[in-house]
């Protein structure tokens, strides 16, 4: 109620996962306040379709992956391209690859490539040559490059943005050609 009462015409709501994305959603339509654009910092995971059907369509959510990102990484000397990734896991699974399991399957990249740079296990000498990277000599993962600027915290890293159209995920941001796969957004968000 005091969101709608605000008059804010974009809400960006931060949450943790959860479900807690799911409720404030349900009060939003309790309430009837349909802003411009709802964003959300989780929601990409496939029960926060399930959960609200088609009040989906609209809502914004930021996200470290997309399938249709044209990243490429490597893993065993060997590259792998963000689809080759998405084919492979859908292929093993029979189910469709989220955010998760490309975050998992990064991280095992990251361990592998620096494994196999220092010939060691050494959790100290890998802390150092993971924090040694650059933009020219990066970790390379089916998320994008990875490398770290001098505070410990990942630089050269464009913030991605999904949104839920049709009740399907949909990559809108960033554009351009980089990131040749990107759709128009849909707004005003639609009524729930």
């Known amino acids: 109620n005091r969101a709608k009462a605000s008059g804010a015409e974009y809400l960006l709501v931060l949450t943790t996962g959860g479900g807690g994305e799911v409720e404030f959603t349900r ?19 496939a029960e926060f379709e399930d959960a609200l059907g088609s009040s989906v369509n609209g809502i914004v959510v930021w996200t470290t992956w997309a399938p249709e990102v044209e990243w490429e990484g490597e893993i065993g000397g060997q590259p792998i391209t963000n689809q080759e990734f998405v084919e492979a896991y859908e292929a093993m699974f029979d189910d469709v ?12 990249q990251a361990m592998e490539q620096g494994i196999r740079s220092i010939g060691s296990t050494d959790n100290v000498e890998l802390q150092e040559w993971m924090v040694s990277r650059t933009a020219q000599n990066p970790i390379r993962t089916i998320q994008g490059d990875y490398y770290f600027d001098d505070k410990g915290l990942t630089a050269g ?19 351009g050609e980089e990131y040749p796969n990107t759709v128009d957004p849909i707004w005003p968000q639609p009524a729930w």
Do not use: H, M
């Open 97 to 108: 690859a989220q955010e998760d399991q490309a975050q998992a399957f990064a991280v095992c």
């Open 157 to 175: 890293r464009d913030l991605l943005l999904l949104q839920w159209q049709n009740r399907e995920l949909k990559f809108i941001f960033p554009v």
């Open 27 to 45: 009060a939003l339509k309790t309430v009837n306040y349909v802003p411009k654009t709802t964003f959300y910092s989780q929601g990409t995971y």
